[in-house]
């Protein structure tokens, strides 16, 4: 066996390189490798040297399928939850990963090719040059496993044309290519078969000039052509309301909605949709991420999270038990509790820049 680091960190003909390293975990993210990547971005910023940040995944299956949350679930499943757990920790690192991207002064490139999910949004969706393939797969599946969109995530889904980003929040919606470039989680599209020409041409062109030589039109985006059934359907108060409207809704892709809606956390869902209305209002990228990072840690105490990744990853019955069971039993008490205070325990995600 070979001891190969978990992210690869090298710097040649003026570009920062991070590639991914743990492709048969879909390069997952752990605590090591966000504290590796936030290193080597710091150190690149104030590096001449370095011109440009290419962030890639090793693999054939794609950049990253999320955070390691078997990890997660140990944490969870011990009770060992809030701000100093390991996992409250993480979150905190990985968040003020995801800031530093938003605001980096040089550009950042990302082939979010594959698998593109959860902290694979984190470490992509805010960058300033976002390429997407014919293979792109990218979500935000976290009201499956009774969570609730982090890693900025609440930031990039509130700013998605009309509903769009509600409807993929709600349902965990895979999103294409397409989807990406029309929902602001993408910018570029670049056929697979072109991204090594493209990581060859950055060493020499501009990033502007590499990427454009190899950009194609973006296909179009089933999600934005059903644009008309997912505002009127999602533009409601309450995830009942939400639920009542897909059902009545003249549309076969409303009623897969509504199953797909109706099968996720309900104290998940009602905690989702009110952080999406809030993040909509909410200035910055470093604002919503404080808001992400009540709600997350208040999640990890809870009991849809550990059941959700049994469910799902441990398990993988397929079966999670949600307390409470239904969207009716779910107080608006229980929702609020979610976005209390933590007091000196609050993220300040703009608090750690470079040295």
């Not at 390691?68 to 701000?83: E, F, M, S, Y």
């Not at 593109?116 to 393939?133: A, E, F, I, P, Q």
């Not at 797909?260 to 604002?287: C, W």
């Amino acid at each position: 066996m070979t001891d190969e680091p978990e992210v690869l960190i090298t710097v040649e003909d003026g570009l920062g390189r991070i590639t991914l390293n743990r492709p048969k975990a879909i390069n997952a993210l752990n605590h090591a490798m966000v504290l590796a990547i936030t290193d080597a971005l710091r150190a690149w910023a104030v590096d001449d040297t370095v011109r440009a940040v290419v962030v890639t995944g090793a693999g054939e299956r794609g950049l990253c399928a999320g955070g390691d949350i078997v990890a997660i679930h140990a944490d969870a499943k011990t009770g060992n939850a809030g701000p100093d757990s390991p996992t409250g920790v993480f979150w905190r690192d990985e968040y003020i990963l995801n800031a530093l991207i938003g605001r980096y002064a040089k550009p950042y490139v990302v082939i979010m090719d594959g698998i593109v999910m959860g902290g694979g949004v984190g470490l992509s969706g805010h960058g300033s040059h976002r390429v997407v393939t014919e293979r792109s797969r990218i979500g935000m599946p976290e009201v499956g496993i009774g969570f609730v969109p982090d890693v900025g995530g609440t930031h990039l889904l509130s700013r998605a044309p009309g509903e769009l980003g509600t409807h993929v929040a709600l349902t965990t919606a895979r999103m294409t290519a397409g989807d990406a470039v029309a929902t602001g989680f993408a910018d570029h599209y670049v056929p697979s078969a072109a991204v090594p020409a493209l990581l060859d041409s950055l060493r020499t062109a501009t990033v502007d000039d590499a990427i454009a030589a190899v950009a194609e039109q973006a296909p179009p985006s089933e999600l934005l052509a059903q644009r008309h059934w997912i505002d009127a359907c999602y533009s409601a108060d309450t995830v009942e309301e939400i639920a009542a409207r897909l059902q009545s809704a003249d549309a076969p892709e409303a009623t897969k909605a509504l199953d797909d809606l109706l099968a996720k956390s309900p104290v998940a869902l009602k905690v989702t949709l009110r952080a999406l209305r809030a993040a909509r209002d909410v200035p910055s990228l470093e604002s919503v991420l404080k808001q992400e990072y009540r709600v997350s840690v208040a999640a990890l105490g809870s009991h849809d999270l550990v059941e959700g990744i049994r469910a799902q990853v441990v398990d993988k019955d397929r079966n999670p038990q949600w307390k409470p069971a239904s969207l009716a039993e779910v107080t608006d008490a229980q929702v609020a509790a979610y976005f209390a205070d933590l007091g000196d325990r609050e993220l300040d995600a703009t608090a750690q820049e470079a040295q």
